[in-house]
């Protein structure tokens, strides 16, 4: 193993260098362009549609955790297809200026198989908009490097550099509550290496890439998966470490949040997140009698609860609430008021048109005057006796979607139910075991 330093943007990073160099034979091949790698690993993984542009600062990124404003982390992910996911990394991003001078790392990873590419920008020189092109558009030879280099290429002889130059990015300790509220976390995908390989069109490292993937348990510098690669340098970081620090499942702790599961996607009849296919497909976080559940919509912070002080006939997004007196326990519903999440990140004012004083409370949607065009988040308020007798507010998310389901065994979400040309959204869930 050779360890090699070198300097970027003022600081100095140090790059794992695995397993021996290619020849000089080897060398004087020439290596794929990117549109011969960028063709073969879309082949690979099954990719049957251009693969969409990415923003460093779009609805698609998080900010990770303590990043400072001026120069942030974000963590980005595209769903690509049903089983192909898209996780990249934008450094250094100036938020003020949507700008950034770091670096742009893309993993497009196929859950079922395992096969993983791996593309990195061509660190140019000065700031980049936080706008990222497509692979597949044209401009693309321009912005990212000639495709996957991760195994070595005449280019870069680097083992595994999306994790070893300067730090694990995708699985850093900062990147992790991103990761969750992505879904993640636990969505089948391989978090152990077992099925992981490499796609690299380049036929000079065909051989060294094998011979690496047979070798090299951490902490050497190379490992049989991005999840258990770490570097020397004081920053990396491998997945054992994350998880024996409490930051990956599975976890004793049942308010963890990184219990949460995705195990579907709404691309067929819809989203399926229940208690039944826990028990086979995740056991370490299944319980029985679960004593209630949390889900949310991936990469949203609000966080819906099954255990609300009272049963609403309808709370969504799309119609608004409902809440009907003969439904409760106690035969009234409280008064509802609620109110809609804008484009533009502002809440609007609090509706509050009906009162429960006959039936119920019907808070629709359509009663809302001047409401924006197309929110995107609802939330109720209401104020209740808590356990000491004191009135306080109660403020509660809605779902996006109209849910089949939705108690403490899992969530359902039908595409049929949703509406003419409107499907559900992906969804995260938790069981809160005793």
């Not at 912070?301 to 809440?323: A, Q, S, V, Y």
Request: with cysteine; hydrophobic share 30%; glycine share 8%.
């Amino acid at each position: 193993m050779i360890i090699i330093a070198r300097r970027r943007h003022g600081m100095l990073r140090l790059s794992v260098v695995c397993g021996l160099l290619l020849s000089n034979a080897a060398l004087a091949q020439t290596p794929p362009t990117l549109e011969e790698q960028v063709s073969h690993c879309m082949r690979e993984l099954d990719i049957q549609a251009p693969i969409p542009a990415l923003s460093c600062m779009g609805p698609d990124t998080l900010k990770t955790l303590d990043s400072p404003p001026d120069s942030s982390e974000f963590l980005g992910y595209k769903r690509i297809t049903d089983e192909v996911d898209a996780v990249y990394h934008c450094d250094h991003v100036n938020e003020a200026a949507r700008t950034f001078i770091g670096k742009v790392e893309l993993t497009l990873h196929n859950r079922t198989s395992g096969k993983t590419c791996f593309f990195e920008d061509a660190e140019k020189i000065g700031n980049e908009s936080v706008d990222v092109p497509s692979l597949t558009a044209p401009n693309a030879r321009d912005y990212w490097q000639r495709g996957s280099t991760q195994f070595g290429s005449r280019d870069n002889p680097a083992c595994a550099d999306c994790h070893t130059t300067g730090g694990p990015y995708l699985i850093s300790s900062r990147s992790v509550t991103a990761m969750e509220r992505f879904g993640l976390i636990n969505n089948g995908h391989d978090t152990l290496g077992n099925r992981f390989r490499s796609v690299n069109a380049d036929s000079t490292v065909v051989q060294r890439e094998n011979d690496l993937m047979k070798t090299a348990e951490p902490p050497l510098g190379c490992g049989t998966a991005c999840h258990n690669l770490r570097t020397s340098t004081p920053v990396g970081i491998a997945a054992s470490e994350l998880v024996s620090a409490g930051l990956m499942p599975p976890t004793a702790d049942r308010y963890s949040p990184f219990r949460s599961i995705n195990r579907d996607t709404p691309n067929g009849t819809g989203d399926w997140e229940q208690l039944e296919f826990v028990r086979t497909q995740f056991p370490d976080l299944h319980c029985a009698q679960p004593l209630r559940m949390q889900a949310r919509t991936v990469g949203s912070p609000r966080i819906l609860e099954t255990d609300g002080p009272h049963r609403l006939k309808t709370f969504n997004l799309r119609d608004g609430l409902e809440c009907v007196n003969s439904e409760q326990p106690n035969g009234a519903c409280p008064d509802y008021q609620v109110r809609y999440l804008c484009p533009d990140g502002n809440w609007s004012s609090w509706y509050n048109r009906d009162s429960p004083a006959n039936s119920g409370d019907y808070e629709r949607r359509s009663d809302a005057p001047n409401l924006c065009a197309n929110p995107q988040a609802i939330q109720a308020l209401s104020y209740i006796h808590n356990e000491t007798g004191s009135t306080v507010p109660s403020l509660i998310n809605g779902p996006n979607d109209r849910l089949f389901q939705f108690n403490k065994y899992g969530l359902v979400c039908r595409n049929a139910d949703q509406g003419a040309g409107q499907a559900c959204s992906n969804y995260v869930v938790k069981f809160i075991c005793p």
